[in-house]
């Protein structure tokens, strides 16, 4: 599987973005997806995952609430929907794909990952 991530970009805090994650390969749906994100001298971060078949969801606790991981399988295509976005959330966003049905919270849990995409909020 080869993940494409796009969509980031500047905002002023409290607007918008939504992110997309496409997929190469057979069997998009198979996989257990997940977001994370890693700000300038901080390690990388759990943000949201969802599950094989898109049959669950979990969210860090940070972002609960605000934003929404979803998955179109006919477009193999996943995206992280960031509302009420807060300068915190600055930092470079990366999809994963990972083998398996489960929820997945940790970045060792992962396969696959995509090039990360840019996301600044400013103040």
């Known amino acids: 599987v080869q993940l494409q991530a796009s969509g980031g970009g500047l905002v002023q805090a409290a607007g918008s973005l939504r992110l997309s994650c496409a997929a190469s390969g057979r069997a998009f749906s198979s996989y257990t997806m997940g977001w994370f994100r890693q700000a300038p001298g901080k390690e990388r971060e759990f943000v949201a995952t969802?599950?094989?078949?898109?049959?669950?969801?979990y969210y860090a606790d940070s972002v609960k609430g605000r934003f929404t991981i979803s998955r179109d399988s006919a477009k193999n295509t996943m995206y992280l929907q960031m509302n009420s976005l807060k300068p915190e959330d600055t930092a470079v966003y990366f999809c994963?794909?990972?083998?398996?049905?489960?929820?997945?919270?940790?970045?060792?849990?992962?396969?696959?990952w995509g090039q990360g995409t840019l996301v600044t909020v400013s103040s």
């Open positions: 969802n599950s094989y078949f898109g049959g669950s969801t």
């Open positions: 994963a794909a990972g083998i398996g049905r489960t929820i997945k919270r940790y970045s060792h849990e992962y396969d696959y």
